[in-house]
């Protein structure tokens, strides 16, 4: 009886860990975010939303302490939450208005060398290999102008539209790159073309054109990954100079080998479908996949860092079995000896 009153406190305390601070302990770590939306237009407004929320809350607390340098700079935290809220509003805006449905392949490909793209970016599906080494371009650039071969197979349309018109409000780094520092990739304000809107559209049915049918997992990481990290693995390397890297992001990107196992597929679709909702302030792009490139990706780490997932779970059952049949056999020699004891 005294055996079983301990196994009971001992699933009694188990239960409230598991099931009370372990939540707990988890949501003040990780905040509740809500799931990856690939309308990024949508996704960028919804989030600008919840920090303008987040911080008239926190003005209306800070109000209460009856401070006013607190209040002055939880109002210009708000300013600037909402100026944020409006431009993000504005951009997506202008990009719902280009009709991607009316571009030309063909003008899109003399849209693309008259804008001098081709001077970062190769395209060795077209014939164009870059123009400098990778050595040459992490020098000038700080992390080596991805091959854009693929690009029209593995990125949103409607992404790939706002990475040409505005790549800093794209890729979420207005915090990192502004007037006195520049993203090394230029807005687009047109190529002589009578609409710069017409000519972006061009543009995305050009990469569109020449993208694969197909491409494959290794491929898609290789193009959308890296540049900046390795996985080591799979034997793969950062394309892009680590000491010209770390100076470009603040600091060395990690490898990605394990990622999968410390951060789980679900944080990693989140994490690489808004970078700065999981993780504000990180000097990260948004990477921009379609939900089939994002499904590739994570796919691809699985493998590479978990691939006896499948195993090391039915492992698992087994060996829970296996304690429960030996318990049952304990149980029973322990009633045996004692019953003979007695």
């Known amino acids: ?24 302990a988890h949501n003040v770590m990780h905040p509740h975010v809500g799931a990856a939306d690939y309308d990024f237009g ?124 505005d790549p800093t409000k794209a890729l979420k780094l207005t915090h990192k790159f502004n007037d006195e520092k520049p993203y090394p990739m230029p807005p687009f304000f047109g190529a002589g073309g009578e609409d710069p809107n017409a000519e972006i559209a061009d543009i995305v049915a050009y990469l569109k054109s020449i993208a694969p049918k197909e491409v494959s997992d290794e491929q898609v990481f290789r193009d959308a990954c890296q540049r900046c990290h390795d996985m080591k693995y799979e034997n793969k390397y950062a394309l892009t100079n680590r000491v010209n890297l770390a100076a470009y992001m603040g600091s060395n990107p990690p490898d990605l080998s394990m990622m999968i196992r410390s951060k789980g597929d679900d944080y990693l679709h989140k994490f690489i479908n808004d970078t700065q909702k999981m993780l504000p302030g990180t000097s990260m792009p948004r990477v921009g996949l379609s939900k089939a490139s994002e499904d590739q990706i994570v796919a691809y780490m699985q493998k590479a860092g978990d691939a006896k997932k499948a195993e090391r779970e039915s492992l698992g059952i087994n060996v829970m079995i296996y304690f429960l049949i030996f318990g049952i056999f304990g149980w029973l020699w322990k009633r045996k000896v004692w019953s003979d004891l007695h």
């Open 1 to 24: 009886m005294r055996e079983l009153k301990i196994f009971i406190i001992v699933v009694i305390l188990t239960g409230v860990t598991y099931w009370g601070i372990e939540p707990y």
């Open 42 to 165: 949508a996704e960028d407004i919804n989030q600008a939303k919840s920090v303008v929320e987040a911080r008239q809350k926190a003005l209306d607390a800070t109000k209460t302490l009856n401070d006013e340098k607190k209040v002055a700079g939880a109002q210009k935290d708000l300013e600037e939450a909402q100026k944020t809220l409006e431009d993000y509003t504005a951009f997506w805006n202008d990009i719902k208005a280009i009709n991607l449905a009316k571009g030309d392949a063909t003008k899109g490909a003399e849209t693309f060398a008259n804008a001098g793209c081709a001077g970062c970016h190769g395209v060795e599906a077209a014939g164009m290999p870059t123009a400098m080494s990778a050595a040459e371009l992490s020098e000038a650039y700080g992390v080596v102008p991805p091959d854009l071969s693929s690009a029209g197979a593995i990125y949103d349309e409607h992404f790939l539209a706002a990475l040409i018109k």
